[in-house]
């Protein structure tokens, strides 16, 4: 029935006061002649009913034997039927219309994100060499062209993305970080150890080794000596270098719940507008935080034109409801996860290169939680190169 009178609405309908006494009679006249009626009310001096503006101009003949009046007429064509006269009117708003839509389709700004000012410049002038200022229209725009345009003029760029959200056209890029050059030192240096180990092997390319395979060194203990005796046997010092392999051990104690509490979207969603104005937001439409537990979001939406020209534009946030579920997590489920957070927390500590001769893992439970007790031994580089500083004689110093 809302549909119905909606599209009566837009059409455009008559109503209609019939005083007759047999008034049935002539609404069943009328409807067999296939005319709609509807909302028919009975009054003290007859009926009162509404028709179709159609039906009402098709069957005026009708309508006049059967002493019919029209008390009112309404709808959106029968308001557009009197503008006919002012013809000046209907084709200033018909220009508007098509103005407005013209603008709304063109790009107007250009904006880009991630690089500095002289690389953005230097990105507006290749689109402007490539036939593509502004404005321009959206049609003409293909997102995918600009990105290989800009990946092919641009070799420092490791990511470019292209969008068009609105009147403008948006471009990230990330450009590629320089590789760091290898510095090569001639400066006199030692090597030292950076953990507590046993030594596995020693290799020494410059430098005296000062620990051999089996010993046990700790954490500062020098490894291999940045100082060794020339042809006239006087110490000089020179630059270590070599890879010395000791055994690590690490320890750690895990535990995983057997139950977790986590938060799920529910399906429910509602939505707040605002009008955002000199940095300001007023809320238009909605209510905020209508749940109790929810995830928000929220995104600008351009106005054409009125947002290029001032600061306005519309922000629509939505709140997604969230509830609170209970998920057991089984045992193997529980095992993976705390292994591979091991795994994860040991490359940290000794770096991606090291090499695991043995671990140990022990599982255990109780009500509540899983438990991972374990020891890793790993083999590893744990020299650290440190600078030598030379040591002058003060005794020479007091002589001169």
Not at 2 to 10: E, R, Y
Not at 108 to 134: P, R
Not at 285 to 297: C, L, Q, S, V, W
Not at 357 to 372: F, P, R, T, V
Request: one cysteine or more.
């Amino acid at each position: 029935m809302l549909t119905f009178k909606l599209i009566s609405f837009l059409k455009g309908y008559v109503v209609i006061r019939l005083k007759a006494s047999n008034s049935e009679k002539v609404l069943n006249l009328l409807r067999r002649k296939g005319i709609s009626i509807w909302d028919a009310e009975k009054k003290e001096d007859g009926m009162k009913f509404k028709i179709s503006y159609e039906d009402y101009k098709a069957y005026q003949e009708i309508i006049k034997e059967t002493k019919m009046e029209a008390v009112s007429s309404n709808g959106l064509a029968i308001k557009l039927r009197k503008l006919k006269v002012r013809k000046g009117f209907v084709a200033g708003l018909f220009i508007l219309g098509i103005c407005l839509y013209v603008l709304s389709s063109l790009v107007w700004n250009v904006e880009i994100i991630g690089t500095n000012q002289i690389t953005a410049n230097d990105i507006k002038k290749t689109l402007e060499d490539n036939s593509i200022s502004i404005p321009v229209a959206r049609s003409k725009l293909k997102t995918e062209k600009i990105e290989t345009l800009l990946y092919k003029n641009f070799e420092k760029f490791k990511f470019v993305e292209v969008h068009i959200e609105g009147s403008n056209l948006i471009i990230f890029v990330k450009e590629k970080k320089p590789e760091q050059a290898e510095i090569k030192s001639n400066e006199p240096s030692s090597i030292i150890s950076k953990k507590n180990a046993i030594i596995n092997k020693v290799v020494a390319k410059s430098g005296q080794p000062v620990v051999k395979e089996g010993d046990v060194v700790y954490e500062g203990q020098t490894l291999v000596m940045g100082m060794i005796k020339n042809k006239t046997e006087e110490f000089m010092m020179v630059p270590s270098e070599g890879i010395i392999y000791g055994k690590t051990y690490y320890n750690f104690e895990l535990r995983e719940e057997k139950a977790k509490s986590i938060e799920v979207d529910s399906k429910r969603s509602k939505n707040v507008y605002y009008l955002q104005l000199n940095g300001s937001s007023i809320k238009i439409i909605g209510d905020k935080a209508p749940f109790e537990n929810y995830n928000y979001r929220e995104r600008t939406v351009k106005i054409p034109i009125v947002s290029n020209l001032s600061d306005i534009a519309v922000v629509k946030g939505t709140y997604y409801e969230q509830v609170v579920k209970s998920v057991e997590i089984d045992e193997e489920t529980a095992k993976n996860k705390m292994k591979i957070s091991m795994y994860d927390d040991l490359i940290k500590m000794c770096g991606v290169d090291a090499r695991i001769l043995k671990s140990s893992l022990n599982y255990a439970e109780d009500d509540a939680y899983y438990y991972l007790r374990a020891q890793i031994e790993v083999i590893e580089d744990i020299g650290e190169k440190v600078k030598l500083y030379p040591v002058q004689d003060n005794n020479v110093e007091a002589e001169q």
